[in-house]
């Protein structure tokens, strides 16, 4: 089967491999599509703290059964489609216990620190299936949908944090898929709270405006965010947000989110950051957070990583009923062999997602 392999930074290579479909452990999938994250893309550049090359990137994944499994908790037929939960949990830490497993102590993630979906076939083992995380694809789903269900699942794990507190507008730093998606399913959840979309790409801003963003503001043009403030004022009577969620990897982001958040503001980081320099002195540029802010204004700084199964299963009910319409974030598909143009053309902002759906 062909493969991408990444060896390193700025270095993928498609290989040809041998795939072994023997194993009692695990399950080759066929892969129908893999959609590029920004994850991959910030691999490809720079490489990551989890990922040790080669390896095959990719994981949000769409694929189909090769033949029949059966096991504790499931019974797969073949040519089933199905979403993937691209993370591996050992079952044995206490958060496996409360089936947090995108919290668990020693987890795997395919397309990190285990071959993912940007491959003809892909090898699941048999831990997913026993978990609930090979979620069956719904009738009314598309291939390249379905890819998307795992971005989406991520997006809700963020909206679960959020429920049981107290905020009453919103605004999301972020005018990529995922502050996107983040909008839609905050419009379908809180229909009555306004929320504004910060972002830099002109058509990603019109798409948040049909979205249902009641403000987008464009920081193009010298990332200045005093007018966030005043359009704030302008929309909801208030002069800052009480909830922010940062939702691209910029460092500069979260430090204008620190200063957005007034009062009793929540901030939620939502991505990991593209560059992170510790060592950096330039505020703007460093992601260190002032703890004399935090207290004085009674500021709380929450992270959200991946999602659960069950995250999962929801992301596919609500596309399948249409209730979020994923459909409109997909912008260009390509062949295997072409990754590295997909991975450039989402680093470059020309469409929003790119997916590989032939292989
Ligand atoms: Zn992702
Ligand atoms: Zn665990």
Redesign the pocket.
């Known amino acids: 089967m062909k493969a991408a392999f990444f060896y390193g930074p700025n270095k993928i290579k498609i290989k040809n491999i041998n795939i072994d479909n023997t194993s009692n452990d695990s399950l080759t999938l066929k892969v129908l599509s893999c959609s590029v994250c920004s994850y991959d893309v910030r691999t490809y550049r720079n490489g990551s703290f989890k990922v040790k090359p080669p390896i095959v990137l990719g994981h949000e994944i769409c694929a189909e059964t090769t033949k029949e499994f059966k096991g504790k908790n499931f019974n797969m037929k073949s040519h089933e489609r199905v979403s993937i939960y691209p993370v591996i949990?050992?079952?044995?830490?206490w958060?496996?216990n409360q089936k947090k497993?995108n919290l668990?102590?020693?987890?795997k993630e395919i397309g990190s620190t285990v071959n993912g979906g940007f491959a003809e076939y892909i090898s699941i083992p048999r831990t997913l299936f026993e978990i609930g995380g090979v979620v069956p694809v719904l009738d009314n789903v598309t291939n390249e949908e379905a890819s998307l269900i795992e971005p989406l699942a991520c997006c809700i794990n963020g909206i679960n944090q959020i429920k049981s507190i107290d905020f009453d507008s919103i605004v999301i730093m972020g005018d990529g898929p995922i502050g996107l998606m983040q909008l839609m399913l905050l419009k379908r959840n809180f229909p009555s709270i306004q929320v504004m979309v910060v972002g830099k790409i002109n058509h990603r801003l019109e798409m948040a405006r049909k979205l249902g963003a009641d403000k987008v503001y464009d920081v193009n043009d010298n990332s200045n965010f005093e007018p966030v403030s005043n359009l704030f004022m302008e929309l909801n009577g208030r002069q800052s947000p009480n909830l922010i969620f940062v939702s691209n990897n910029n460092a500069s982001s979260l430090a204008a989110a620190c200063k957005l958040a007034n009062k009793n503001g929540k901030i939620i980081i939502f991505s990991g950051l593209k560059n992170p320099k510790p060592e950096s002195h330039n505020i703007d540029e460093s992601p260190t957070i002032d703890a004399n802010f935090i207290h004085y204004n009674q500021i709380s700084v929450m992270g959200s990583f991946s999602s659960t199964p069950m995250d999962l299963k929801m992301a596919m009910e609500l596309v399948n009923s249409g209730e979020i319409r994923i459909k409109d974030l997909i912008t260009d598909t390509f062949e295997l062999f072409k990754l590295e143009a997909a991975l450039m053309n989402s680093e470059s902002f020309l469409g929003l997602k790119s997916i590989i759906n032939k292989f």
Do not use: R, W
């Open positions: 949990p050992c079952l044995h830490c958060h496996c497993y668990c102590s020693n987890l």
